[in-house]
């Protein structure tokens, strides 16, 4: 895997600093707290997209200095978020270490090409966050603009999506969304972002493990001196001393097992599981043939496919069961959701004939 990183590949690569940069001292306070912690980039946005115009928008050209002074002077690498090719240009002239694009950029092709315009044959680390809305492919496609004018060091920003109403996150971790960045694109590190998806302190721990549980490559913190007088994003910046704490907690697993007496066994385990795979496909096999079955008596008898009162004894039994079996009902349940999804399918093509039904 190619080094995306200024200062040579650690993991977990750490990010950490203000959401953004207010004033020089405080850039400088938060920079030298976190020297110590070894932190691999010094984070501080200048150019903020805000929701709502009237909030802090950044202090802008004026913070590249500052952030200068920190690579400079207290001798940590420094990244800060470019929304258009001007940021670029000035963030280059100014010896930015690295950039990264915010979920609000990712989400908009022109805006995405026209900075990868501007990044044309440069070498410069380029994280990509998440697009704001759960779209994988507007993600991998921004990714491959920034592959596509040669940019090399590249990685991703998992910071949760957006959506509606009263939740537990500020945005949606959906973690099957980053594993399947990993499985596409396995060369590009991966970083979680959890002060954007959690929106609140309490809950930064627990998204930062699961990252690393997850074997992602890092995280992005938004650490500040005093966060409850922050000019944005304030729930969610950690303290320098929580920040600190935060670090000796999190726990690295190994993506590998080194041992290889334990790996012996593992590898024992996963053939019994795949085996196990196969009869779980043979029994749905068995079971689709069944349903193809039903579908020839409903077909004889006129009657429609789908019974809403059969399902919800399947639904009721499948609860039943798995509470028995010592499995989670709610999953179960979910994944019968599939299951039946699948069967109406082929019902319809037993009663309609193949191609009828797939037009539906
Ligand atoms: C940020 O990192 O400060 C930021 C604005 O993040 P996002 O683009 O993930 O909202
Ligand atoms: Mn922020």
């Known amino acids: 895997m190619h080094n995306p990183f200024p200062d040579g590949t ?31 980039l010094f984070r501080a946005g200048l150019w903020k997209p805000r929701t709502r115009p009237d909030s802090f928008e950044g202090v802008g050209d004026v913070g590249l200095k500052w952030l200068k002074r920190v690579r400079d002077e207290i001798k940590i690498p420094v990244t800060t978020e470019v929304a258009r090719a001007s940021h670029v240009e000035v963030a280059l002239k100014h010896e930015i270490d690295a950039l990264w694009i915010g979920a609000r950029t990712t989400v908009n092709p022109f805006a995405v090409q026209e900075l990868a315009e501007a990044l044309r044959g440069v070498d410069v680390p380029v994280y990509v966050k998440n697009p704001v809305n759960p779209e994988l492919e507007l993600w991998i496609g921004a990714v491959e603009r920034f592959t596509k004018v040669g940019v090399k060091r590249l990685g991703g920003i998992h910071r949760g999506f957006s959506s509606y109403g009263e939740k537990k996150y500020r945005n949606k971790p959906t973690w099957e969304i980053p594993i399947e960045f990993r499985r596409r694109l396995p060369n590009i590190p991966l970083l979680t972002d959890p002060s954007h998806i959690c929106g609140r302190r309490d809950l930064i721990y627990g998204v930062s493990q699961k990252a690393l549980d997850l074997g992602f490559d890092g995280l992005m913190i938004e650490t500040h001196d005093n966060p409850d007088e922050a000019l944005s994003d304030k729930k969610q910046q950690l303290t320098l001393e929580a920040f600190a704490q935060l670090l000796c907690k999190l726990a690295v697993r190994q993506t590998e097992i080194a041992d290889p007496i334990s790996k012996q066994s593992l590898e024992k385990l996963r053939a019994v599981i795949d085996g196990i795979d196969e009869k779980l496909l043979d029994v749905l096999a068995e079971r689709m043939n069944e349903v193809d079955k039903i579908g020839e008596v409903k077909k004889e008898n006129g009657v429609a496919i789908y019974q809403p009162e059969r399902w919800n004894d399947v639904r009721e039994n499948v609860k039943q069961w798995a509470a028995e079996k010592g499995l989670s009902p709610d999953l179960m349940v979910k994944l019968y959701e599939f299951i039946h999804k699948e069967s109406i399918r082929r019902q319809s093509n037993v009663i309609h004939g193949k191609e009828q039904a797939s037009e539906k």
């Open 10 to 40: 650690t993991k977990p690569f750490i990010i950490a600093g203000p959401c953004a940069a207010e004033s020089e001292e405080q850039v400088l306070n938060i920079a030298k707290a976190l020297k110590p912690l070894n932190v691999n």
